[in-house]
């Protein structure tokens, strides 16, 4: 891979892979809804839609189509450390990506018309995840965990914020955090490095660097014990989270509850973008078989997310029809308590280490999933640990996995969340 | 500086003939089907074992049986206790996935290369004797009836099972339910499942697909080991009866008070995989409800008026005649106002047709997208799946470009006009809308 920073600050990371004539290339901003103050909640994620648009040289009637014309799939996302956008395409469209993407960082236009249209889109995403007790009970959870940090508030932004923001505010945060000198470039594909590095060059030599950004410097204070939440609302199931606060990606303990989430709930992998939309192999894990092969929960699952600043380790599972939610909330708490008394064993770690290789190797199968991987780890301070990750993983001990459980695993570090669903008044009206 | 005009001229019909899939394809002396492709992207091969036997063969009265089978099969067999089939999974970092369509049951992995020997037997051992041991059984059970609950739950579910049963009526395959009711789930019993095992898992009905970092010969000797041995009877063809098309407008409302959206789907029966116009119909959907973020539906629904975070369309030709399906989801307040721009949306698709730049768009996106559609071994071996389920042919990803490039805009207008007909439309809107 070849790692370059432009005079004026924008990183680029350069791997030319073969296999496939695509490239994908992607931007990422060191922007999200950790950045984000009080009334401004949301605003990370609705720059997002706007910087999808119209640029002074992209007039918004052309943005369609604009990567198409390649047989190309484009997409952005953002979350709590970062914005980013992609383009994957025929190698041949390596020009228009590069020329969107500096576009993007530099002549997005924010109509004023534009901006209303999309307060109603977001409104409209934001209603859609609250259908979902599920999602619901996760923004909750970690409402709760934190009560300073900014991880607090979920990205989409609070319905008020969302309501009240104008387009002053959304330009102003636009202008203040895309700049080069905020942002990693990622080129993955059948490309020329060299050649590659001369044409980012071309379109993005020339943007002018940004005043330094002034970050919150809020750190979320030690938790010193348990909270507890209930959500009642109408709903045909149960569903119980418990999160843990835990380390960011740079802390000596990640890697070890990586192993110890693997031996709990079944390998993720570190990918977000491609990791979790195949399950895990966790029918040997010790919540699955507490929780599901006894019949009290239907699924569990573990998230441990690499972030910046320390976020939560979550516990998920969703109750068996006529199990209490108590009994899941027992039963889970007990088999933790046993891995913070016990640890895992020698034959447990084999299996982690060795799930956590092959997902690593499956999550790279393609341009679009190796850029990513890339960019992601660069935008949050540790491509080093991401690069080093097959090692690291291997040499993690059980001593390590023992030690990062009785640190994360105390009952005062956690918090619990219910949802607990009131039966549906709902009915049927048919009209033909 | 003019950057985004369309200068771009290649001819991805030349890319795609250069990277040409070329499976091998072999037919076992007991029937089964197998197809491999080696590749060398990664140390990993996908695995992706079709039955024909989904959902559609589930005995009338008893739907929700092929799905209870696909999460019990891998629970034990008559070699393998659940927890050596845990272990043997876990072991080895695989996450086993199994499902079901209307026609397919479906046995899907990824493994090292280093483990494909093994884990292929296991994936055939699965499918070919299980043993669905009785405690097993009243686990899963558990799992789909919360299953069911939760998809009770959800308006985007329960407005397309509505209108799945609407277009699809009287007992029609394509409109029950795939995880059927909670009281059917509850009465089944193990012989009922093993029987539908027996009459319908059989070896003329299997297609083998192996991708990945595995030589041919090893692939197929591996695959003539698992399942060469295998011998049952063919069942008998499964016969699908085509839908009559609604005779009149239909529209349901399901009320979901404490929903903070409402979920809207709209479709109409339109063609089978095989029909001449299926390239047409295609095309036409793509540019109404696809190209780009929704085609025209996304852009009068969420990019003109705001009004949907979702808005596109969806063309699921299958064995018989599938359903073009429109959907969005909106703020309860837009619900009318959504509803009124789909029909807008289709009265002007049907009154003035797509245009020939619209045409064209949509075709050079699905040629170009292509290589990218055929980038990793799980979305090769699920597109060669594919083309032997429906007989497309060994060149069909060769074909493909041409098959597109045919249709002409009167071909896909008039596919418009067959398919859309918005004076017989049916509509569900599922959320805390009272209609």
Request: charged share 25%; glycine share 6%; net charge negative.
């Amino acid at each position: 891979m070849r790692r370059t920073t432009l005079a004026n600050g924008l990183t680029v990371l350069i791997r030319e892979e073969h296999t496939a004539p695509l490239a994908s290339v992607w931007c990422w901003y060191k922007v999200g809804s950790k950045d984000e103050r009080p009334g401004l909640t949301g605003v990370s994620h609705w720059c997002e839609h706007m910087n999808f648009k119209g640029t002074t040289n992209i007039p918004r009637d052309q943005v369609k189509g604009i990567i198409e014309q390649y047989g190309g799939s484009w997409n952005g996302y953002t979350w709590i450390d970062e914005t980013t956008y992609l383009e994957t395409a025929t190698r041949d469209a390596l020009d228009r990506m590069l020329f969107i993407e500096s576009e993007r960082m530099a002549n997005c236009l924010y109509h004023p018309d534009d901006c209303e249209s999309e307060r109603t889109v977001i409104i409209s995403e934001l209603q859609g995840g609250e259908n979902d007790p599920d999602n619901l009970l996760d923004q909750e959870l970690t409402a709760t965990a934190f009560k300073a940090h900014p991880y607090r508030h979920p990205t989409i932004g609070w319905l008020s914020d969302l309501e009240t923001m104008t387009r002053d505010d959304l330009y102003g945060y636009y202008r203040r955090h895309y700049v080069p000198n905020n942002a990693t470039l990622v080129i993955v594909g059948d490309v020329d490095a060299d050649q590659a590095l001369r044409r980012v060059d071309r379109y993005f030599g020339a943007i002018q660097p940004g005043a330094a950004i002034d970050r919150i410097r809020t750190r979320e204070p030690e938790q010193t014990g348990e909270r507890r939440l209930t959500i009642r609302k109408e709903g045909t199931t149960a569903y119980l989270k418990v999160g843990y606060h835990a380390p960011a990606s740079t802390s000596a303990d990640f890697f070890p509850l990586l192993v110890l989430d693997a031996v709990l709930t079944g390998a993720k992998g570190l990918n977000l973008w491609s990791s979790f939309r195949v399950p895990p192999p966790q029918r040997s894990a010790r919540l699955y078989r507490a929780l599901v092969e006894r019949g009290r929960a239907s699924s569990v699952s573990g998230s441990l997310m690499p972030t910046e600043d320390p976020f939560l380790y979550t516990v998920s599972a969703t109750a068996k029809t006529g199990t209490p939610l108590a009994a899941v909330e027992e039963a889970l708490l007990a088999e933790l308590d046993v891995l913070r008394r016990d640890g895992i064993t020698a034959a447990e770690l084999k299996r982690a280490q060795a799930q956590l290789r092959a997902r690593l190797v499956f999550e790279s199968d393609s341009v679009t999933n190796i850029a990513h991987q890339l960019g992601y780890f660069e935008t949050i301070g540790t491509l080093d640990a991401f690069i080093q990750a097959p090692a690291r993983i291997a040499a993690v001990t059980l001593d390590d996995v023992a030690s990062a459980a009785r640190r994360i695993f105390p009952a005062s570090n956690r918090t619990v969340g219910w949802f607990d669903p009131l039966p549906s008044g709902e009915s049927l009206k048919s009209e033909v | 500086m003019d950057l985004v005009s369309n200068r771009h001229t290649s001819d991805f019909k030349l890319q795609t003939s250069a990277r040409g899939l070329s499976p091998a394809h072999a037919v076992l002396p007991n029937g089964a089907t197998l197809l491999t492709k080696h590749t060398t992207t990664t140390p990993a091969v996908a695995i992706n074992v079709a039955m024909g036997a989904g959902s559609a063969a589930d005995p009338p009265g008893n739907a929700g049986m092929t799905w209870l089978l696909s999460r019990v099969i891998d629970r034990g067999t008559a070699l393998r206790t659940a927890a050596d089939i845990a272990d043997e999974l876990d072991s080895r970092g695989i996450t086993l996935t199994i499902s079901v369509t209307r026609h397919l049951f479906s046995l899907v992995c990824t493994c090292l290369a280093d483990d494909f020997e093994p884990v292929l037997a296991l994936v055939g051992d699965i499918l070919t004797a299980p043993s669905l041991p009785e405690e097993e059984l009243a686990t899963r059970k558990g799992e789909v009836l919360t299953a069911i609950r939760q998809d009770e739950d959800s308006p985007a579910v329960r407005a397309s099972e509505a209108l799945m049963a609407l277009l699809y009526p009287s007992g029609h395959p394509y409109g029950r339910r795939t995880k059927g009711s909670t009281a059917v789930v509850e009465s089944l019993v193990r012989d009922q499942l093993l029987q539908l095992h027996a009459s319908r898992f059989a070896p003329t009905e299997l297609t083998a697909v192996i991708v990945g970092d595995v030589e041919r010969s090893r692939a197929a000797d591996a695959a003539a080991r698992v399942f060469g041995g295998w011998t049952r009877p063919a069942p008998p063809p499964l016969v699908v009866p085509a839908s009559a098309p609604p005779a009149a407008k239909q529209r349901v409302v399901i009320p979901m008070m404490s929903k903070a959206q409402a979920d809207i789907a709209c479709g109409f029966v339109a063609v089978a995989r095989k029909d001449p116009d299926y390239y047409a119909c295609w095309l036409m959907n793509h540019v109404f409800g696809q190209y780009s973020i929704g085609g025209r539906l996304g852009d009068s629904i969420r990019e003109r008026q705001g009004m949907a975070y979702y808005a596109s369309s969806s063309l699921d030709a299958n064995v018989a005649p599938g359903p073009l399906t429109i959907r969005a989801g909106v703020n309860p307040a837009n619900v009318d106002r959504a509803l009124a721009s789909i029909d807008e949306e289709m009265a002007r698709l049907v009154r003035d047709g797509i245009t020939q730049k619209e045409l064209d768009d949509s075709r050079r996106f699905l040629i170009g997208s292509i290589p990218r559609a055929l980038e990793t071994n799980a979305a090769i071996a699920n597109f060669l799946q594919t083309e032997e389920f429906f007989g497309l042919g060994l060149d069909y990803d060769e074909r493909l470009p041409d098959l597109l490039g045919a249709v002409t805009l009167d071909q896909a207008n008039a596919a418009a006009r067959r398919i859309i007909r918005p004076e017989l439309s049916t509509v569900v809107i599922a959320g805390p809308y009272q209609g």
